[in-house]
Nanobody, 122 residues
Framework: QVQLVESGGGSVQVGGSLRLSCAVS????????MGWFRQAPGKEREGVAF???????TYADSVKGRFTISQDNAKNTLYLQMNSLKPEDTAMYYC????????????????WGQGTQVTVSS
């Protein structure tokens, strides 16, 4: 049973930084495509950043140049470094995993974490 547990969320002021972590158990992360999604109140869930099993990365236009997705296979952990945070980045952030990238990017991965809240205040 694959489990994903996010951490690292919190409250930060505009322009600040946070690093989210997603600890994976039950299987090795290297065999999966991984990603971060977010959902703000009253809005649809959106994909933020993805990393394929070959290490290639993809970002939403809204976070390009500010967010960096990475993974540490030895720690079986996914990260999202978020810099220059804006109020519109406020959302619940979810980690997700699937063996197939195409299912991840359409928002239908096999595995989801429980989410971690990020709040950016001005």
């Amino acid at each position: 049973q694959v489990q994903l547990v996010e951490s690292g969320g919190g409250s930060v002021q505009v322009g600040g930084s946070l690093r989210l972590s997603c600890a994976v158990s039950g299987d090795t992360i290297s065999g999966y495509s991984m990603g971060w999604f977010r959902q703000a109140p009253g809005k649809e869930r959106e994909g933020v950043a993805f990393i394929d099993s070959d290490g290639s990365t993809t970002y939403a236009d809204s976070v390009k140049g500010r967010f960096t997705i990475s993974q540490d296979n030895a720690k079986n952990t996914l990260y999202l470094q978020m810099n220059s945070l804006k109020p519109e980045d406020t959302a619940m952030y979810y980690c997700a995993a699937d063996r197939l990238f195409r299912f991840l990017v359409i928002g239908s991965p096999d595995h989801w974490g429980q989410g971690t809240q990020v709040t950016v205040s001005s």
